[in-house]
């Protein structure tokens, strides 16, 4: 099943071919800042099934091992990119065009998480990141 997905305006459009490796709901307070949400969803396709079909976002290198990607025309929150995941894309899950077909694995951060928030979903959550698992965090 292809998925594919993009921006509020459009200019940057993506399609993966393959099944995302991984689905996180980060509760960092960087999400926080950068998509002015409570906490961001990341869905993870292998690069070597990813492709941008219009345009690419901007990055904004927010740490070291960082970048996250934006629209530059309208702003959307798109993309990150870490060094030590570089054999994914990981995309904003609002940014799919259904992103209803999505099965989060786990919850990331949720040290930060904002204390008025209750989640009953049942899924792992980490203190801190699991980012360095190279696929589906375990715990
Ligand atoms: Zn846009
Ligand atoms: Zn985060």
Redesign the pocket.
């Known amino acids: 099943m292809d998925w594919t997905g993009g921006c509020l305006c459009g200019a940057v459009r993506y399609r993966a071919t393959a099944d995302p490796i991984r689905a996180v709901n980060?509760?960092?307070?960087?999400?926080?800042r950068h998509s002015g949400a409570a906490f961001?969803s990341f869905v993870h396709f292998p690069i070597a099934a990813f492709a941008w079909t219009a345009g690419e976002p901007e990055r904004y290198r927010s740490s070291p091992e960082a970048e996250r990607g934006f629209c530059a025309q309208c702003g959307s929150t798109l993309t990150?990119h870490e060094a030590v995941l570089d054999d994914r894309v990981q995309v904003a899950l609002g940014s799919l065009d259904r992103p209803d077909d999505v099965r989060p694995d786990d919850h990331?951060?949720t040290e930060s998480q904002l204390p008025w928030l209750r989640i009953e979903d049942r899924l792992p959550r980490f203190k801190r990141s699991s980012s360095a698992v190279p696929s589906r965090a375990e715990g």
């Open positions: 980060c509760h960092c307070g960087m999400c926080r961001m990150m990331v951060w």
